[in-house]
């Protein structure tokens, strides 16, 4: 049985073979031929791949500027990480988290089924994870069985379609169209960059609009305005680290020339994810459509952050760095309460803080990109903060998960889970489903798009 969960868990968690199953499911649906159901499939997945191979190549390159960050300046205190945490809790709570994850995604479809949250979370990893937490969280405080599994998949089914409906009115923003969802669990830091580029970025031009001088035409180009700024910024780093801890990290490679390279590496990560996503645009939207139609009307496909990228390029540089300089200020602030440190760790602010500038860029230009994003970077550095006591009472003091809706969702469901018993806790989850079912039924009217 644990062979058999296991092996359900590794395809579920796996993006690509996840939404390539969703676009097979959906080319049978359209009765498609043969030919086009064998290449829609494959290079659903294929895109899946090309995009998760930009992201090792980005985080392969990311690891050592983080590294030269808390060696140059000196600095120690907890850097959050889903794979860490992940990784030490699966050993005992693997069977609950198989277990939620599989039937949440069934509860997923039921919500975008009967309810009007219109989205199906195919992010496999993230889902994985969540699924992670919800289930240690329930375990430890004594939910066991059937009422572990039903409490758990189900929670996880509404937080699955509740985050892209609260950011859909943004992601239409960000892509121009209504076909895409937006599936990822940093959403409350996107949304709050959304709103605050909204309030400050009247009048602010596009971080796409850049009038340069003609001699400075190649910097429009994204690729090479990436690998410019990052070389700046490892040069620093390698510089302020030292030469010895640099040629360290290097292998022996002088510390200088180790920098250029991973700033070219790192715009290569990019480049490598915008064609990934931009094949994966091109096949999981028609092949959704099928699936959409005969299982879940209206439904719409959620996918995972770098989605957006390609819609503005510039802005994933400038949202990074915001981001970062925020959880920079805000490990300042942290210091000076004497609360335990929240390292700012450069793959999350990169993932989240890109993402939050491309939404603030959206809803308020270059202004809504650097402040949206950098309020994202205080606010993954803050959470962080009140979900170690939820996780440090169940033996996770060490680390903690990084992005906004697991901090969210964690604290909420701890603290609930603190001063609640099982019955109500269950009473609550049902009752919310049972909620938002009957007003889909009680409210005749076609459902609009906010």
């Not at 919800?134 to 998949?153: A, K």
């Not at 957006?308 to 000076?336: E, H, K, M, R, T």
């Not at 993932?351 to 230009?365: E, H, I, S």
């Not at 006591?389 to 604290?411: H, K, R």
Request: glycine content about 12%; aromatic content about 10%; some cysteine.
């Amino acid at each position: 049985m644990d062979g058999l969960l296991f092996f359900i868990l590794d395809i579920l968690k796996v993006p690509a073979v996840l939404v390539g199953l969703i676009a097979l499911v959906g080319l049978l649906a359209q009765k498609k031929a043969l030919p086009d159901i064998i290449k829609g499939t494959v290079k659903t997945i294929l895109g899946f791949i090309v995009l998760g191979g930009g992201a090792s190549v980005l985080v392969g390159s990311l690891n050592p500027l983080g590294e030269m960050f808390e060696h140059a300046f000196n600095v120690q205190g907890i850097i959050p990480n889903n794979e860490a945490i992940v990784s030490m809790a699966i050993e005992k709570y693997g069977t609950a988290t198989a277990l939620i994850m599989a039937f949440g995604m069934v509860a997923n479809i039921l919500v975008a089924r009967f309810t009007r949250l219109k989205y199906i979370f195919l992010t496999g990893h993230h889902t994985f994870y969540m699924a992670c937490m919800i289930g240690i969280i329930l375990t430890v405080v004594g939910f066991e069985g059937i009422q572990l599994i039903l409490v758990g998949s189900l929670s996880l089914g509404l937080v699955m379609a509740f985050f892209p409906a609260i950011i859909h009115r943004y992601m239409r923003k960000v892509t121009g169209s209504n076909d895409v969802g937006f599936g990822h669990f940093g959403t409350l830091g996107y949304f709050l960059s959304a709103v605050i580029g909204q309030a400050v970025g009247k009048g602010s031009k596009s971080t796409e609009e850049m009038n340069l001088p003609k001699n400075l035409s190649f910097l429009r180009d994204s690729s090479i305005s990436i690998s410019l700024t990052m070389m700046i910024i490892y040069f620093i780093l390698a510089i302020a680290s030292g030469k010895e801890y640099a040629e360290q990290l290097s292998h022996g490679q002088h510390y200088l020339v180790y920098a250029l390279i991973q700033a070219i590496t790192f715009a290569a990560g990019v480049y490598i994810i915008l064609q990934g996503v931009r094949l994966i645009l091109a096949e999981i939207v028609p092949a959704f459509t099928g699936f959409s139609e005969k299982l879940v009307p209206d439904a719409k496909p959620a996918l995972d952050c770098p989605i957006v990228f390609p819609y503005a390029p510039n802005a994933v540089l400038i949202g990074f760095l915001s981001s970062f300089i925020g959880g920079i200020v805000g490990l300042a602030i942290l210091g000076q309460l004497n609360w335990v440190l929240i390292l700012p760790g450069v793959v999350p602010h990169f993932f989240c803080g890109a993402t939050a500038g491309v939404f603030g860029n959206a809803t308020g230009g270059r202004r809504g990109a650097m402040c949206g994003a950098f309020a994202q970077g205080l606010l993954i550095t803050f959470l962080p903060v009140f979900l170690l006591p939820v996780l440090g009472s169940l033996g996770f003091a060490n680390t903690t998960f990084s992005d906004a809706d697991f901090g969210g969702v964690g604290i909420l469901l701890g603290y609930m889970a603190q001063y609640l018993s099982k019955e109500i806790i269950t009473g609550i989850i049902v009752g919310i489903f049972v909620l938002l079912v009957g007003y889909n039924y009680a409210v005749k009217k076609p459902i609009k798009e906010v």
